[in-house]
């Protein structure tokens, strides 16, 4: 008897052992996600299972009892052992729920996952449909996708007009296949306040001091009433794209992702599935690039 129970003893000891190892390991180094829509096709498919790499970027450490209550959280980074790079696939916390662009909101229940085509400090643009970074004469991202955007006409593109998030034609002429330059804001960046600072960056601003941003109609920009002549950042911000590019809704249309957003970045495949469930055996552990 003493025997079985010894044997129970061992059996729930080392249970117990593997079930903290898996917590640990998906807390601190790989998370899996489902991939629900196209915004990334081909590159991934909807019903397709990623393993998320936390190290990269640093694992992210916040009260998730207070963000699950929606309350505003701090969030910290362990170090990592690598930084973001221009083209990695990352997942992220959307920054706009439902897509209302008037503020940034962490929702730690909603990710997106997009390919990350500007760093904190790039100036970013898009030059008839492809996308580009300043100094940088190759284009950034999925090339196939800003191909078919290329292809279209500006009367095809007008059903997928931006929102007033960034100036469109009435202000600085932007459109989906012209857009910028957008200079992205990195972590102590100091920029002039004027008319265009306040109409690019009002809502990262408020994010990060939360207080309103306001301009009047003399172009004096005033941060909670304090009038403001320029300001630091704090975090650093990324422009993700969709590499199905005509029909996702990306940073294009809803803005930058904050640094504390992102949860990592992309490594593999490991499980795919059509929409009737048949396994599709190909993209089986295959690496994400």
């Given at each position: ?101 008037d ?44 191909d ?16 007033d998030l ?10 989906l296949?012209d ?18 600072s ?8 408020e ?53 504390d ?23 089986i ?5």
């Amino acid at each position: 008897m003493k025997r079985w129970q010894q044997i129970l003893v061992n059996l729930v000891f080392y249970g117990c052992c593997v079930f903290v190892a898996l917590v640990f390991f998906h807390v601190f180094v790989v998370v899996s996600f489902k991939i629900p829509s196209s915004s990334m096709y081909p590159t991934l498919r909807p019903g397709d299972f990623v393993l998320v790499d936390k190290l990269t970027g640093g694992v992210r450490l916040f009260d998730v009892k207070k963000a699950l209550n929606r309350e505003d959280v701090e969030i910290y980074r362990t170090p990592s052992w690598r930084d973001f790079h221009r083209n990695d696939v990352l997942v992220f916390n959307a920054p706009y729920p439902g897509l209302q662009t008037d503020s940034i909101r962490f929702d730690v229940m909603l990710y997106m996952v997009k390919r990350c085509v500007a760093l904190p400090g790039d100036t970013f643009f898009i030059k008839n449909g492809h996308d580009y970074v300043a100094g940088k004469p190759e284009p950034i991202g999925y090339q196939a996708g800003q191909d078919e955007i290329e292809r279209y006409d500006g009367r095809m593109l007008q059903d997928m007009r931006m929102n007033d998030l960034f100036p469109d034609e009435g202000a600085l002429g932007w459109t989906l296949k012209d857009f910028g330059p957008l200079p992205i804001p990195k972590r102590g960046q100091t920029v002039r306040m004027d008319s265009t600072s306040w109409m690019l960056y009002r809502q990262l601003v408020e994010w990060e001091q939360k207080r309103k941003l306001s301009i009047d109609s003399v172009g004096v920009v005033r941060l909670g009433g304090e009038v403001i002549e320029a300001y630091t950042f704090t975090h650093g911000y990324y422009f993700m794209a969709g590499d199905n590019a005509i029909s996702s809704r990306d940073s294009r249309f809803w803005g930058l992702v904050p640094d504390d957003y992102i949860v990592g970045r992309v490594w593999r495949i490991w499980y795919s599935e059509d929409r009737q469930g048949s396994v599709r055996w190909k993209r089986i552990m295959k690496k994400v690039e």
